[in-house]
């Protein structure tokens, strides 16, 4: 079975301040991985997502997470956060196989960014 | 275009009673799948359906839940008999087709709360 790991469970920046949010996953086969963002009263979206190749993934809004198979991680960083970047990040990863479509979820971080 | 539509987004109701979740998924799209998210929990997965079809209900708990996706309207969550326990997110998600390669749109949550 998978599992999802995502270190903490809130985080408070000031802006311009640098972001990485940890996310580990447990899973014995080739997985996808993906981050979505959840604002505040909004639906989840997704930031970016690694399914091959490059294992530095660029997402919207300047993120980008970089895939660590040694490691089982998949963190997401962010140079510069803004206060708009307040929201739940959650981790997500499914089996990477043809017909595969569940996703399993971490227990989501949320970032609070101060003006 | 509208994304995935949820209703209602919060929902109240005492032990014992009936919790209907509506998920609309978003236009072109004929496969749902339903999620839950406990307090202080990610998000695990449900069930998946396509148009009047059942394909996986897995995470489904084995009595009191039901879901479906009518040929017309939307797809149905449907929780008999609520317990406390029941309290958490629920949310829809939806897909032009299952498997790998298709992203999952997500709507923003039904929030049931048990008294």
């Known amino acids: 079975a998978q599992s999802v790991s995502q270190h903490n469970h809130h985080v408070i920046l000031s802006e311009a301040a640098s972001l990485e949010l940890g996310c580990n996953y447990s899973?014995?086969?080739?997985?996808?991985l993906f981050w979505y963002v959840q604002y505040p009263g909004q639906h989840l979206q997704l930031l970016l997502k690694?399914?091959?190749?490059?294992?530095l993934v660029k997402g919207i809004k300047g993120f980008e997470a970089e895939f660590i198979k040694s490691k089982f991680s998949f963190n997401l960083r962010k140079p510069s956060v803004q206060w708009s970047d307040t929201a739940e990040y959650f981790c997500?990863?499914?089996?990477?196989?043809?017909?595969?479509?569940?996703?399993?979820f971490g227990k989501g971080t949320k970032l609070s960014v101060i003006p | 275009n509208a994304g995935v539509m949820q209703n209602p987004r919060h929902l109240v109701r005492r032990r014992g009673q009936e919790a209907r979740l509506r998920c609309s998924p978003m236009?072109?799209?004929?496969?749902v799948y339903w999620y839950r998210q406990l307090p202080e929990e990610g998000l695990k997965f449900m069930v998946y359906?396509?148009?009047?079809?059942?394909?996986?209900e897995s995470g489904m708990p084995k009595e009191r839940f039901s879901a479906e996706f009518p040929k017309e309207g939307p797809s149905i969550l449907r929780i008999q008999q609520v317990v406390r326990g029941d309290s958490a997110a629920y949310f829809c998600?939806?897909?032009?087709?299952?498997?790998?390669?298709?992203?999952?749109?997500f709507g923003p949550g039904t929030r049931l709360t048990v008294l």
């Open positions: 998600a939806s897909s032009p087709a299952g498997g790998r390669g298709n992203e999952q749109f």
């Open positions: 899973y014995g086969g080739t997985v996808n």
């Open positions: 690694y399914f091959s190749g490059d294992p």
């Open positions: 997500a990863v499914r089996d990477s196989g043809a017909g595969s479509y569940q996703l399993t």
């Open positions: 236009k072109g799209h004929s496969h």
């Open positions: 359906l396509q148009k009047e079809n059942i394909i996986d």
